[in-house]
């Protein structure tokens, strides 16, 4: 039976010499499989370029209960990227996010609230013109909300300190060296509470929103089963230095 659904891209592997097999996290059926041929073929009809790593797509598949691997009739860019594939720090950006969004969200279950968020989010960042180094932090914080495991805010003006361990503020030090000082804590805030739209408002030196970056990967290790290390760090550390 044929559905219609949007998806987001979220890997892409070599299955034949012309075909690839796309894990995509669709909003009507979570995170599926999709066998596509002839995409390196000159004219074919769903080609490798709209199936670049969280590219939008408007998609009409199979789908079938207990089936690994799905079949695709139609996939096309919606909408269609006027930036992110043309801007190497934008590009860079997304390439991170991919990473990290990969090893987060492996469920197989429909999460519509992720999806809009994700969808909406990545359209944002293609359609702003101009550089916005706070987005991948932004974006990061804000993703905590649909995964589980967003920091609880301050109770008390005494809890200075935020365990990464436990999502919360403590008044003392913790005993384990998972924790922030008062001020990574509070920009850690900043960014979960500010819209995508004023978080340029936030002033940071490349150094500080480095280390920002350090805990909020900490953060997600130890949220995440199986996170483990994300290679394309240090990438865009460089490209946003």
Do not use: C
Not at 211 to 229: E, N, P, R, V
């Amino acid at each position: 039976m044929l559905h219609k659904t949007r998806g987001i891209v979220l890997r892409t592997t070599t299955y034949s010499e012309s075909s690839v097999v796309v894990q995509v996290f669709t909003e009507k059926f979570g995170i599926q499989s999709y066998l596509i041929n002839g995409v390196k073929k000159p004219k074919a009809k769903i080609p490798m370029n709209v199936l670049q790593p969280l590219h939008l797509l408007d998609m009409v598949v199979y789908h079938k209960q207990n089936t690994q691997i799905q079949r695709v009739q139609e996939a096309r860019p919606m909408p269609m990227f006027k930036s992110i594939p043309y801007d190497v720090i934008k590009n860079t950006i997304i390439q991170f996010l991919n990473e990290v969004l990969y090893k987060s969200i492996r469920q197989q279950h429909v999460d519509e609230q992720l999806f809009e968020y994700l969808y909406n989010a990545i359209s944002w960042f293609d359609e702003t013109e101009g550089l916005n180094v706070n987005f991948h932090l932004s974006f990061l914080m804000k993703l905590t909300r649909f995964l589980g495991f967003a920091p609880q805010p301050q109770a008390r003006v005494d809890q200075k300190y935020f365990d990464l361990q436990d999502g919360n503020f403590t008044s003392l030090s913790p005993i384990h060296p998972y924790f922030t000082s008062a001020e990574e804590g509070n920009s850690l805030m900043q960014l979960l509470n500010t819209s995508f739209e004023k978080n340029t408002e936030i002033k940071f030196p490349n150094s500080y929103r480095r280390l920002l970056l350090d805990k909020i990967l900490i953060y997600y290790q130890l949220h995440t089963a199986s996170f483990g290390q994300v290679k394309s760090h240090q990438i865009l550390e460089e490209v946003l230095s």
